[in-house]
């Protein structure tokens, strides 16, 4: 609930701040005094667009703070048990005061600039925002022409019919969302077939290419130090000779004089030369090994230069690959992997056409099942809710009219990629389904309906939103809900009536309303007037308003006012005690215990 709201230099609000209370707390004012001003307050805490021509007149800045309560009490254990809300809090590092309160602060610079904080954290308005209308519903007269727009009919079926239709377009959704990804991919390749057509040359080319020569991974490097040994083939040849011959040659050879050594050693008797055999032994055997390896270097070596030009001409093969593809041997084998995976995709444009085609088919078909599952749910819902909203509104001095709730397809136009067909129908399968939702009044029962865009007034418009209103806020609880002279163009009885509707609402949620009606003020548990001060003798200073409570007393004076201005008089009081007595007894009658 909403606790607490602050304002400084906005409108014509110099400084104020006003307690609110659970249940249902009425605004009212002479005109101009600043009513308005209160909603715009909760607007910009909502994240409304910031308008600096809403600063007061020589004010820097006009700053609005609210304090919230999010939870029942301040000994909870885990206060915040709206999921939505303790997402929010944690992701931008806001606090919650001790008692279970938030503190939300909107600033707008009179250059347009604004700022916003949340429990003490700077976040961007678009975050305060999705919390505090998680949180405050705001209807104003504004929202009653919303009303007449079809996805805003549409969407207040759907949040009549809650979890049936919710998971209905969920999956309607996810089969849409998939149908659409086809026919992206669907539209792509049969605009780049052409192209996908020439790629798919390039890389069976390259990869033929590849193919024919033939590369074996790291063989580049390979080839390079085989081709630098050999280009001075003769010279590698007389050093390899020459070694092996001093290590193992006919004559005094290094194996040979090992040899003799050992022989000697072997036959002395001396323990100390003894002592030297195994190391002459081991050195034998190393220069034995080092002889047979320059054995094998020398027989390798090619007789003459032909190796040599092979080698040379197979290095070449692999630097026309490695100059066209990749910069290493390594590189130029991993190319040819891709493209083949590449070209498996694109090999036949012709049958990735006709395969997307299919696909394309089966998910419209997935797309028309669910469409068609969302359309009876909705028609059903349609039906409840059409009953409960008339019956509201016979309690709300609309005689004997009732609201129909129409549930018909959005019609689609001969080219339209996302037509289905529901019941031999063609219809657009839009991003909420095929549905095309209208509501109609009726006069009387038999009467002809009639969209209420064509035939509502203002005053039976607001009735209609305040009875849906109150059918759509049935199931719930909790939840802050604001009415901006929501009983525009009302009086009399109906007056009574939205009245009596609007403390039915605050018996289960906050209800905040500005009204110029005294038979909706009298049904309030709180009253705050904006009272006005004009600059007095003080020139060019401008107007201020002020906010306050109002005890019993002062609320008979103030209906008084607002029953055609009759003001102390003992005629106006009377009429006012009257009124207000009427209500708080019908009040204490009708009500069950407040949640």
């Given at each position: 609930?909403?606790?607490e709201?602050s304002?400084e230099?906005?409108g014509v609000?110099?400084?104020?701040?006003?307690?609110f209370?659970p249940?249902f707390?009425?605004?009212?004012?002479?005109?101009?005094?600043?009513?308005?001003?209160?909603?715009?307050?909760?607007?910009?805490?909502?994240?409304?667009?910031?308008?600096?021509?809403?600063v007061?007149s020589?004010?820097?800045?006009?700053?609005?703070?609210?304090?919230?309560?999010?939870?029942?009490?301040?000994?909870?254990?885990?206060?915040?048990?709206?999921?939505?809300?303790?997402?929010i809090?944690e992701?931008?590092?806001?606090?919650?005061?001790?008692?279970g309160?938030?503190i939300?602060?909107?600033?707008?610079n009179s250059?347009g600039?604004?700022?916003?904080h949340l429990?003490?954290?700077?976040?961007?308005?678009?975050?305060?925002g999705?919390?505090?209308?998680?949180?405050?519903?705001?209807h104003?007269?504004?929202d009653?022409?919303?009303l007449l727009?079809?996805?805003?009919?549409r969407a207040?079926?759907?949040t009549f019919a809650g979890s049936s239709v919710?998971g209905a377009?969920?999956?309607y959704?996810?089969a849409r969302?998939?149908?659409?990804a086809?026919?992206?991919?669907?539209?792509?390749?049969r605009t780049n077939y052409?192209e996908?057509?020439q790629e798919?040359d390039?890389l069976r080319?390259?990869?033929d290419e590849?193919?024919?020569?033939?590369?074996a991974?790291?063989?580049?490097?390979e080839?390079s130090?085989?081709?630098?040994?050999?280009s001075?083939l003769?010279t590698?040849?007389?050093?390899g000779?020459q070694?092996?011959?001093?290590?193992?040659?006919?004559?005094?050879?290094?194996v040979?004089?090992?040899?003799?050594?050992?022989?000697?050693?072997?036959?002395?008797?001396?323990d100390?030369l003894?002592?030297l055999?195994p190391?002459?032994?081991e050195a034998l055997?190393?220069?034995?090994?080092v002889?047979?390896?320059?054995?094998s270097?020398?027989?390798?070596?090619p007789?003459?230069?032909?190796e040599?030009?092979?080698?040379?001409?197979?290095?070449?093969?692999?630097k026309?690959?490695?100059?066209?593809?990749?910069p290493?041997?390594?590189?130029?084998?991993?190319?040819?992997?891709?493209?083949e995976?590449?070209?498996a995709?694109i090999?036949?444009?012709?049958r990735?056409?006709?395969?997307?085609e299919n696909a394309?088919?089966?998910?419209?078909?997935?797309?028309?099942?669910?469409a068609?599952?969302?359309?009876?749910?909705?028609?059903t819902?349609?039906?409840?809710?059409?009953?409960k909203?008339?019956a509201?509104l016979a309690?709300l001095?609309?005689?004997d009219?009732?609201?129909?709730?129409?549930?018909?397809?959005?019609?689609?136009?001969?080219?339209?990629r996302?037509?289905?067909?529901l019941?031999?129908?063609?219809?657009?399968?839009?991003?909420?389904?095929?549905?095309r939702?209208?509501?109609a009044?009726l006069?009387?029962?038999?009467a002809?309906?009639l969209?209420?865009?064509k035939s509502?007034s203002g005053?039976?418009?607001?009735?209609?939103m305040?009875?849906?209103?109150?059918v759509?806020a049935?199931?719930t609880?909790?939840?802050?809900?604001?009415?901006?002279?929501?009983?525009?163009?009302?009086g009399?009885?109906?007056?009574v009536?939205?009245g009596?509707?609007l403390?039915?609402l605050?018996r289960?949620?906050?209800?905040i309303?500005?009204?110029?009606?005294?038979?909706?003020?009298a049904f309030?548990?709180?009253?705050?007037?904006?009272?006005?001060?004009t600059g007095?003798a003080?020139?060019?200073r401008?107007?201020?308003?002020t906010?306050?409570t109002?005890?019993?007393?002062?609320?008979?004076?103030?209906?008084a006012r607002?029953?055609?201005?009759?003001?102390?008089?003992?005629?106006?009081r009377?009429?006012?005690?009257?009124?207000l007595?009427?209500?708080?007894?019908?009040?204490?009658?009708?009500?069950?215990?407040r949640?």
């Amino acid at each position: 609930m909403l606790e607490e709201l602050s304002i400084e230099g906005l409108g014509v609000i110099e400084q104020a701040s006003a307690q609110f209370h659970p249940g249902f707390t009425v605004l009212t004012g002479e005109t101009g005094a600043g009513k308005t001003m209160i909603v715009t307050s909760l607007h910009l805490l909502s994240g409304a667009r910031a308008d600096a021509s809403r600063v007061r007149s020589g004010d820097s800045k006009a700053t609005v703070e609210g304090r919230f309560r999010l939870s029942g009490t301040a000994d909870d254990d885990d206060p915040i048990s709206d999921p939505v809300v303790a997402e929010i809090l944690e992701a931008s590092g806001a606090d919650v005061d001790d008692d279970g309160s938030m503190i939300a602060v909107r600033s707008v610079n009179s250059d347009g600039r604004s700022r916003a904080h949340l429990g003490g954290r700077s976040v961007p308005v678009g975050v305060m925002g999705r919390l505090t209308n998680h949180l405050l519903t705001i209807h104003g007269q504004n929202d009653q022409l919303r009303l007449l727009k079809p996805e805003h009919q549409r969407a207040a079926l759907d949040t009549f019919a809650g979890s049936s239709v919710a998971g209905a377009l969920s999956s309607y959704r996810a089969a849409r969302d998939e149908w659409v990804a086809v026919l992206d991919d669907l539209d792509a390749r049969r605009t780049n077939y052409r192209e996908l057509a020439q790629e798919a040359d390039r890389l069976r080319f390259g990869i033929d290419e590849i193919a024919a020569v033939d590369p074996a991974p790291g063989e580049d490097a390979e080839l390079s130090a085989t081709i630098r040994r050999l280009s001075d083939l003769e010279t590698i040849r007389t050093a390899g000779a020459q070694s092996h011959e001093i290590v193992i040659g006919d004559g005094a050879s290094v194996v040979e004089g090992l040899g003799q050594v050992r022989s000697i050693l072997e036959a002395t008797a001396d323990d100390t030369l003894r002592e030297l055999l195994p190391r002459v032994t081991e050195a034998l055997t190393v220069v034995t090994d080092v002889g047979e390896e320059l054995t094998s270097f020398l027989a390798d070596l090619p007789a003459d230069a032909e190796e040599l030009d092979k080698l040379l001409n197979r290095q070449a093969e692999l630097k026309a690959l490695v100059r066209k593809y990749a910069p290493d041997i390594d590189g130029v084998i991993a190319w040819r992997t891709s493209a083949e995976s590449r070209l498996a995709e694109i090999d036949d444009p012709h049958r990735s056409i006709t395969e997307l085609e299919n696909a394309a088919s089966a998910a419209r078909e997935k797309v028309q099942e669910e469409a068609t599952k969302l359309h009876k749910r909705r028609a059903t819902a349609a039906k409840s809710m059409a009953t409960k909203v008339s019956a509201e509104l016979a309690g709300l001095a609309m005689g004997d009219a009732l609201l129909a709730v129409e549930v018909g397809l959005d019609p689609a136009t001969d080219d339209d990629r996302l037509a289905i067909d529901l019941d031999g129908r063609n219809a657009h399968a839009g991003a909420d389904g095929a549905d095309r939702v209208e509501f109609a009044l009726l006069a009387h029962k038999g009467a002809t309906a009639l969209p209420i865009a064509k035939s509502a007034s203002g005053g039976e418009l607001s009735r209609v939103m305040l009875a849906m209103e109150v059918v759509l806020a049935a199931p719930t609880s909790g939840s802050i809900m604001v009415f901006d002279e929501v009983d525009a163009g009302v009086g009399g009885r109906a007056a009574v009536e939205i009245g009596r509707r609007l403390a039915g609402l605050a018996r289960a949620h906050q209800v905040i309303v500005v009204t110029h009606l005294p038979q909706v003020a009298a049904f309030a548990d709180n009253h705050l007037v904006i009272g006005k001060n004009t600059g007095g003798a003080k020139k060019n200073r401008p107007n201020t308003s002020t906010v306050r409570t109002l005890d019993r007393d002062e609320r008979v004076a103030e209906l008084a006012r607002m029953l055609a201005g009759l003001g102390d008089s003992d005629t106006g009081r009377a009429h006012a005690e009257e009124l207000l007595a009427t209500a708080e007894s019908e009040k204490s009658v009708a009500a069950p215990p407040r949640r």
